[in-house]
Structures are given as structure tokens and as C-alpha cells.
């Protein structure tokens, strides 16, 4: 079965803080993504990448970052965070050409 | 722009009826339509596609959504419903000219709660 691997489940940071979401999938997929997902929102697409070193802005960009340095990692960084950005944060891979993601277990971020 | 609207916030049905699960989109031409579902502390699992082809489209854990183009719905039903398919469901759309990148746009999400 395919893995997405979130390693933090639960975090809980201040403002202004550096975080860093990381997220990593063993089968060898090339396409993954970062989304949020907030009561009566949805998920909403933050990044996505498609191959390594890649990056292509989602929806909502804005106070993230990502880095992709290897093909099986994506992480996702918040430079400063904020209290607009406690959210539950889902990572999803997928092979070129598919169209079905597989989505991690999710981290939930608290910033106070 | 494109969008997916689910217009319920939650669904109540009884254990052993039939659920619906409604879900339009906004795309014209013939979009690619998803469901997922996410149960507590989860993330989302895939459920079933339309790509094309039949407009009965049948899916995991019994399962199924109907592509209906003149009306732009995908709703999901499951003919008798168990209190284990109590979760949060949603519809999402791809377009077809979108690329290698599979770009999903997501509904707002269905709470689905079945009680025994």
C-alpha cells in the first residue's frame, strides 16, 4: 500500500515561530501537495510540487513555503507563524497521470 | 471559476436507509468528479472516480455516484446505510485539460451521520 507519512500529528507553536511540516511517501511519486483544511472551507490548496525542486503555488500561498530536495519529501514551512494558521494540514501524493491522490493522516497545528 | 459545491452541511439518516450525499460542480465539458471520505483524526481516502463512461460510477464500502451533465451533480448514495459510514464526505473535481499534476478542487465537505 501506498504510505504518505506525516510525522508530526499534533503540534502546538507561538506566534512567530519557524515551523516545519514534513511529509513523506515511498512509492516514488512524483506529484505531492499541501493542503488545509478548515470547518465549512474544505481543503484548500496551498502547494504542490511535480518533480524535484519543483514548486507551483496553490490557492492560498500566502505565509508558506515549501522545499522538495528529495523526491520522497515535501515539507511545508511557515516562515512566522500566525493564529490565522492553526488549521489541520493534509499532505497527498500521486503518480503522474493518475487522478487519484492518497492523502497523509494530517498534522494539526495550534498557534498561540 | 471552478468550483464544487456541496449544499449540506450535514446529513442525518437512520441505520438501513437509503443516504445521498449531494455534490454539484461548475466546470462545463466533462470534468473529472471524485469522492473521499475522512473518518475522526483521519486523513481522506478515495472512494470512487468518474472519468468517463458509464454515469453509475460504484465505489468502495458499497458505494456509488451518479454523473448527471445536464443537472452538473455527482451525488453519492449507498443503498442502506450503517452507522459506520458516519464520517465526513467530500466531492472533488479535476479538470481534464489540468495536467500531469492531478490539481483537485475540493467541495466544502458533508458530515454524514447515521444513527442506529
Known amino acids: 500500500d501506498v504510505k504518505v507519512t506525516q510525522s508530526s500529528r499534533y503540534l502546538v507553536k507561538r506566534t512567530g515561530e519557524k515551523v516545519f511540516l514534513e511529509c513523506v511517501q515511498d512509492?516514488?511519486?512524483?506529484?505531492m501537495f499541501w493542503y488545509r483544511q478548515d470547518p465549512g472551507l474544505g481543503l484548500r490548496l496551498i502547494y504542490f510540487?511535480?518533480?524535484?525542486?519543483?514548486?507551483e503555488k496553490g490557492d492560498i500561498p500566502e505565509g508558506y513555503s515549501v522545499s522538495r530536495e528529495k523526491k520522497e519529501r515535501f515539507s511545508l514551512i511557515l516562515e512566522s507563524a500566525s493564529t490565522n494558521q492553526t488549521s489541520m494540514y493534509l499532505c497527498a501524493s500521486s503518480p503522474t497521470g493518475a487522478n487519484v491522490l492518497t492523502f497523509g493522516a494530517g498534522s494539526r497545528l495550534t498557534v498561540l | 471559476a471552478q468550483s464544487v459545491a456541496q449544499p449540506e452541511d450535514q446529513v442525518n439518516v437512520a441505520e438501513g436507509n437509503p443516504l445521498t450525499v449531494k455534490c454539484t460542480y461548475s466546470v462545463s465539458g466533462n470534468p473529472y468528479l471524485f469522492w473521499y471520505v475522512q473518518y475522526p483524526n483521519r486523513g481522506l481516502q478515495f472512494l470512487l472516480k468518474?472519468?468517463?463512461?458509464?454515469?453509475l460510477v460504484k465505489g468502495s464500502y458499497g458505494f456509488e455516484a451518479e454523473f448527471n451533465k445536464s443537472q452538473t451533480s455527482f451525488h453519492l448514495k449507498k443503498p442502506s446505510a450503517l452507522v459506520s459510514d458516519s464520517a465526513l464526505y467530500f466531492c472533488?473535481?479535476?479538470?481534464?485539460?489540468?495536467?500531469?499534476?492531478?490539481?483537485?478542487?475540493f467541495g466544502t465537505g458533508t458530515l454524514l451521520a447515521v444513527q442506529p
Open positions: 510540487s511535480y518533480d524535484v525542486k519543483m514548486k
Open positions: 472533488a473535481e479535476k479538470l481534464p485539460w489540468g495536467g500531469a499534476t492531478n490539481k483537485l478542487i
Open positions: 512509492m516514488d511519486h512524483e506529484n
Open positions: 468518474y472519468i468517463t463512461g458509464d454515469n
